[in-house]
């Protein structure tokens, strides 16, 4: 059976794996340094924290706007471009914040990444939009 959006739930899935691990990493920094409830002033903890929410923030549009434009016919050859740039762009974040607080090149490449899939998905849909009316 083929799914409407299974391309685009591949990187569903992956990026479900790598949410569970950032989070495992701010939990893990809060046993460590007995810090239950915000970030103690820990520059470590308050670096995870950061890489957790900032993938909260940017992933799911871009994962909503990858499926809205996989339902409305963009190919697999579209998609799956996306999806790579998505999921490598968020693990070179989290690289980038590991070892600086500041602008780091893995950072730099990974928001660039997030970016132009966020950028690229969204001009594709108004795109298609646009289409379903004059085309």
Same mark, same amino acid.
């Given at each position: 059976? /083929?799914?409407?959006?299974? %391309? #685009?739930?591949?990187?569903?899935?992956?990026?479900? $794996?790598?949410?569970?691990?950032?989070?495992?990493? =701010?939990?893990?920094?809060?046993? @460590?340094?007995?810090?239950?409830?915000?970030?103690? +002033?820990?520059?470590?903890? @308050?670096?995870?924290?950061?890489?957790?929410? %900032? $993938?909260?923030?940017?992933?799911?549009?871009?994962?909503?706007?990858?499926?809205?434009?996989?339902? %409305?016919?963009?190919?697999?050859?579209?998609?799956?471009?996306?999806?790579?740039?998505?999921?490598?762009?968020?693990?070179?974040?989290?690289?980038?914040?590991?070892?600086?607080?500041?602008?780091?090149?893995?950072? =730099?490449? +990974?928001?660039?990444? #997030?970016?132009? =899939?966020?950028?690229?998905? +969204?001009?594709?849909?108004?795109? @298609? $939009?646009?289409?379903?009316? /004059?085309?």
């Amino acid at each position: 059976m /083929f799914l409407p959006v299974a %391309n #685009t739930a591949l990187y569903a899935g992956i990026c479900a $794996f790598m949410l569970i691990g950032l989070a495992l990493r =701010v939990i893990r920094h809060r046993y @460590q340094a007995k810090i239950g409830l915000l970030d103690g +002033g820990d520059a470590m903890l @308050q670096r995870h924290i950061r890489v957790h929410g %900032n $993938f909260t923030e940017y992933v799911p549009a871009a994962l909503l706007l990858m499926a809205i434009i996989e339902v %409305n016919g963009a190919p697999w050859w579209v998609i799956h471009p996306l999806g790579i740039a998505l999921a490598g762009g968020r693990i070179s974040h989290a690289v980038g914040l590991r070892g600086s607080t500041g602008a780091s090149r893995p950072r =730099v490449v +990974g928001m660039m990444a #997030t970016f132009s =899939v966020l950028a690229i998905s +969204g001009l594709i849909a108004i795109g @298609q $939009f646009v289409w379903s009316l /004059f085309g």
